[in-house]
Structure formats: structure tokens, C-alpha cells
């Protein structure tokens, strides 16, 4: 997880710096700008203090290694879905609600059902139906 807690650092310190660069730019009198780039630096902060969690947690794995041997990934990596229709459900949810934005906020409602519906069906797809464990 080093590689990867690595690439999230370098932009993460880049927009800091490119903040602070612009807040002094702008003597600070241009609040949306320097702390919309901030919260940029600290999103990219995030994922990568994460990054560093699981590696502390869980340690080298194999592709971090040098001396690692392609057998050392063999198995399972994880259990995925073969076919879904929710994220179907959950994408008419979300272009429901901008055509809400163009059209009326009355659509927003229905919008706003779907969406919640495909979301429950997506988290809990793996709980009922033909691929329950």
C-alpha cells in the first residue's frame, strides 16, 4: 500500500502548496478559491492516511515486494457480482434528479425513491435473491 499512499500524497501536498499560493495571490480576500483548493489537498490527504492505515494494518503484500513470487497472489481476491441491474436503477435515480433541476423540483421526489430503492437493492444484493451467502 506504500505505491498507492504515495500517489495520493504528492497532489495532496501539491494543493496545499498551490493553496497557499493563491490565497497569498489573492492577499487572502478571495475565500472560495484557496479553501476549495485546501479541501482538495485534504481529500487526497484522506485517502491516503487510509492508505497508510491498511498498510500498518495488513503489511507488505506481495506487489510491494521485490523478492515476491507471482504464486504469492494466487486464490480468491474477492467476491464480485456477475451481473447487477441496481446501478441501472441508481443511474435513472440520479438523471431523474437533473432533469429535475431543469424541468421542476416536483421531480425530485420520485427521483429521490428511485434512487433510494436502487441503492438498498445494490447494498443488499448479496443478502437476498439468487447470489445470498
Not at 15 to 36: D, K, N, S
Not at 78 to 107: N, Y
Request: avoid cysteine; charge should be negative.
Amino acid at each position: 500500500m506504500r505505491t498507492e499512499a504515495n500517489i495520493f500524497i504528492i497532489p495532496a501536498a501539491f494543493f496545499f502548496l498551490a493553496g497557499t499560493a493563491y490565497g497569498i495571490f489573492t492577499h487572502w480576500a478571495e475565500w472560495v478559491g484557496f479553501l476549495a483548493i485546501y479541501l482538495t489537498g485534504g481529500m487526497f490527504a484522506m485517502v491516503a492516511v487510509y492508505f497508510k492505515m491498511l498498510e500498518k494494518r495488513h503489511g507488505k503484500r506481495a506487489e510491494d515486494r521485490e523478492d515476491a513470487e507471482i504464486s504469492e497472489d494466487a486464490g480468491v481476491q474477492g467476491t464480485f457480482a456477475p451481473w447487477s441491474w441496481w446501478p441501472l436503477v441508481v443511474g435513472a435515480g440520479a438523471a431523474l434528479s437533473f432533469v429535475a433541476l431543469a424541468v421542476g423540483w416536483w421531480i425530485m421526489a420520485p427521483a429521490v425513491v428511485l434512487g433510494v430503492i436502487g441503492l438498498v437493492g445494490w447494498v443488499m444484493e448479496f443478502s437476498r435473491g439468487q447470489h445470498a451467502h
